[in-house]
């Protein structure tokens, strides 16, 4: 496949690759021996299938928003990820990350976390099988994500923060790699976006590919045809809009639609907008597009949305911006929290700060009437209702 997944060594384009200290060579090999044998496998996926079901609550509905249909002039429909087990689009990886861990030996989980989602979600899963269960978080983030925070404690996880640079969801990352490198046998280290070393940007969008599979079939029961002509996701690292993206990216005739956090705006000096403002460079073990300084150092992101908070991209979706494949759109906070407040005043439903960025691209395109636009709801806004009254005030 031209775009949805990488060659051999795990590269999509120029973007991607496994860039590892020596310790942590072992567990990577491992997962890039075994992985694909092991998900790929017909007890694998029937019991991951089951646990989708009858566990998470999938198939996630793909409603048909009349009054966002009516006030843009397109046919809108929205993919009702915040519905899951959790409230996120989270849960589809934990689960299969999880399932993974255990079919390798694994004891213990580690993850990272910005907006406590895929703390959440890998403290369920974790809950779910009885595996020890370590998240880390920025102390920032814990700090605005404070019922997610309660969540993972209350299901059995250990939540350690992570208080170097910006306290937030790279530095997240920087700690949770630290612990795997001290604990390489017994622990697997649950990625929780489309980032990081081969084969975890790949890995990732293959159990979040659920996400277009059932966005084609609702399509077809729908409207009899089972491509939109438009998909919009938020983007940070990428997970939810690898999984809404990946049934369509090799369809030319459908359009994607990425939406970045810009924070204060591209030119502030507070943004996470990475296509706008990165270059080429390594962050976590696989080569992308990174917001740096000339000689290197990662520039600290900025987003309202914990869960977009992050100075990288994936390789996948480097590749598709880099290839023009897909439009990015920078979303600055105070255009999310607008569009968040709108589609609760409009539709009753509060979306994550995250899905607002996608939700906002409303207001920057102009659609055709008869457009099939879907937008991928990551999540619900539960986790922001702080950071939502505050903006009310």
């Not at 646990?51 to 999938?58: C, I, M, P, Q, S």
């Not at 084969?199 to 996400?211: E, G, H, N, T």
């Not at 607008?338 to 700060?353: S, V």
């Amino acid at each position: 496949m031209k775009y949805r997944n990488p060659d051999a060594h795990g590269y999509y384009g120029n973007f991607g690759g496994a860039f590892i200290p020596e310790m942590l060579y072992p567990n990577v090999k491992e997962l890039q021996d075994h992985y694909l044998d092991i998900i790929e496998s017909e007890d694998f996926k029937k019991e991951f299938k089951d646990l989708l079901k009858n566990y998470v609550g999938r198939a996630t509905p793909l409603y048909f928003s009349k009054n966002l249909s009516d006030k843009y002039q397109a046919q809108i429909f929205l993919k009702r990820e915040d519905l899951n087990h959790t409230g996120a689009h989270k849960i589809n990886n934990a689960i299969g990350q999880v399932l993974l861990a255990k079919k390798l030996g694994k004891q213990r989980i580690i993850a990272e976390t910005g907006a406590g989602q895929h703390g959440v979600a890998t403290a369920t899963a974790c809950a779910l099988m009885g595996l020890e269960c370590v998240v880390y978080m920025g102390e920032v983030d814990i700090a605005r994500q404070a019922p997610n925070v309660a969540r993972m404690k209350m299901l059995g996880a250990t939540v350690i923060p992570a208080t170097s640079g910006s306290k937030t969801l790279k530095d997240a990352v920087n700690e949770a790699l630290r612990d795997w490198i001290n604990h390489p046998t017994t622990t697997h280290y649950i990625i929780g976006s489309a980032v990081g070393p081969h084969p975890y940007p790949d890995m990732v969008a293959r159990f979040q590919s659920i996400i277009s599979e059932e966005i084609q079939s609702q399509l077809k029961e729908k409207i009899g045809r089972d491509n939109p002509d438009y998909i919009v996701a938020c983007v940070g690292g990428g997970s939810n809009a690898a999984g809404a993206f990946y049934h369509f990216v090799e369809n030319e005739s459908v359009k994607i639609i990425a939406a970045e956090a810009g924070g204060h705006g591209i030119s502030s000096g507070l943004s996470a907008a990475t296509t706008a403002l990165g270059s080429l460079g390594v962050l976590h073990g696989s080569k992308s597009l990174v917001m740096q300084t000339t000689d290197g150092q990662v520039i600290e992101p900025h987003s309202i949305s914990a869960g977009l908070d992050y100075p990288g991209i994936g390789p996948m979706h480097a590749n598709l911006f880099s290839q023009h494949r897909a439009e990015f759109i920078a979303i600055n906070d105070d255009e999310a929290l607008e569009m968040a407040y709108e589609l609760t005043r409009l539709d009753g439903i509060i979306p994550a700060l995250e899905s607002a960025h996608a939700l906002a691209v409303l207001k920057k395109k102009t659609f055709q009437k008869e457009d099939i636009v879907v937008i991928c709801l990551s999540g619900r806004g539960d986790k922001d209702m702080e950071t939502y009254l505050k903006a009310m005030k």
